[in-house]
Structures are given as C-alpha cells and as structure tokens.
C-alpha cells in the first residue's frame, strides 16, 4: 500500500504562487509515474501534471508555463510550483502515485483557492 500526504494548499490572490508537495511512504515501487489532478466544484477531476521516475513531464495545456512539477526520487517527493494562478485554478488538488504493476493511489487532497 502506498500513502500519500498533500501540503501547500491554500487561499491566494489572482497572480499569486504557490507550492504544493506530496510524501509518499509504503512500499515504493523503482518505476512509478507521481503526478497532481485536480477537481474543482461541479467538475470533473482533471490531470494537472505528471513527473516519471526519468523525469519526462506531461502537462495540461491550462497550466503549461505557468506550473512546474517536481520530484526527488530519494525522498519520494512530488512538487508542484505554481506561479500566475488564475481563479479558474480554484480546486481539490490530488497527488496521484501509478506503478507499472497497475497500482494507482491517491492522497486526500489541499484546496487552494485563487480570489480575483
């Protein structure tokens, strides 16, 4: 089982940055693909970005240029840097931890919320 702990939610103005980051702890696997999703109210959960354990990134094109994700193999840490927030990235943000096994896992999520 793996566990995963958000941290770095919270209420920002339009323009503003903030940092989310992510622990996973349990058992890890060597190839995993860590990445962030998120759900805003009404809507359907969505894929913000995704970090492999080489290091390829995938990003939703709302955020491309605006959001850097992160990881540290080491640590089994995933970040995410986002900078120029927009109201419209108002949501749940949710770590997400694949393993090539199949495995897919969550964490409980941090609401971070963009006032205008």
């Known amino acids: 089982q793996v566990r995963l702990v958000e941290s770095g939610g919270g209420l920002v103005q339009t323009g503003g940055s903030l940092r989310l980051s992510c622990a996973a702890s349990g058992i890890i696997f060597n190839t995993n693909v860590m990445g962030w999703f998120r759900q805003a109210p009404g809507k359907q959960r969505e894929l913000v970005a995704q970090?492999?354990?080489?290091?390829?990134?995938n990003y939703a094109d709302s955020v491309k240029g605006r959001f850097t994700i992160s990881r540290d193999n080491a640590k089994i840490t995933v970040d995410l840097q986002m900078n120029s927030l927009k109201p419209e990235d108002t949501a749940v943000y949710y770590c997400?931890?694949?393993?090539?096994?199949?495995?897919?896992?969550w964490g409980k999520g941090t609401l971070v919320t963009v006032s205008s």
């Open positions: 970090i492999t354990t080489a290091d390829f990134t």
């Open positions: 997400n931890y694949r393993t090539t096994a199949g495995g897919d896992y």
